[in-house]
């Protein structure tokens, strides 16, 4: 039941993960063969660490990374111009999208707050994200299972406002901001505003239920392009 989930804390992708998944795309085939070599240099039990950490964001310890960079340092410093003395793998980490850990809730119970008010509080730099924007995380359950309550969403900002019926958006409209499934509407100034969940029910009321939109009213339309899932180990 969603009232017996304790809320769970959004896991920021510290420096140090983004700066050993740079370095594991750049030596992975040169300087170790594959996951098992790797975990056996780094102290890992099993392969599968390197992949949780590489695949699923899952933070690495700062003493790995550490043993990381020693074991291969010949090679991270061939990794870097001649020409340029600076960190490149710094560099990169500053690279990316920013992370804005605010409360974007799926239910749409909060209030709206502008995000150039916020710091950010990390930045994603991965392949498949370059044309997005901004990231944020996901509060609530309205979305499930397409989005879950507390992983973090790609966002590309959609500036014409042209919606593609039956993707998932990011909106901020009223006084409120949320993720929806928008359909046609009846009008074709309006869309209808669909939750994922269906299956939660107040008496006999869809506890989300879908509800019209006018576009004109939408302050920020971003769509959903990448979705990272909290880890739940």
Known sequence: MDNELKPSKIKTIRPETLEFIILYSQLKGKAFTGN??????????SPSSITEIVKSRQNIDPEKLRIFKERYKDYIEGNRPAQNQENTVTRKIEEGIPMYEIIATASGVEVYNDI??????????F???E?????LPVWGHSMYPYLENGCWVALKVIHDKKILPGEVYYIEWGDYRMYKRLL???????????SDNTTEMVGNRLKYAPFPINITDIKKLCLVKDIHKKHNH
Request: aromatic share 6%; glycine share 10%.
């Open 131 to 135: 044309d997005c924007d901004f990231a």
């Open 127 to 129: 392949p498949g994200i």
């Open 184 to 194: 046609a509407g009846d009008n074709a100034d309006e869309v209808i505003a669909h």
């Open 36 to 45: 098992a070599q790797l975990a056996e240099v780094l102290g890992f039990n």
């Open 116 to 125: 150039n008010d916020s710091q950010p509080v990390g930045r994603m730099n």
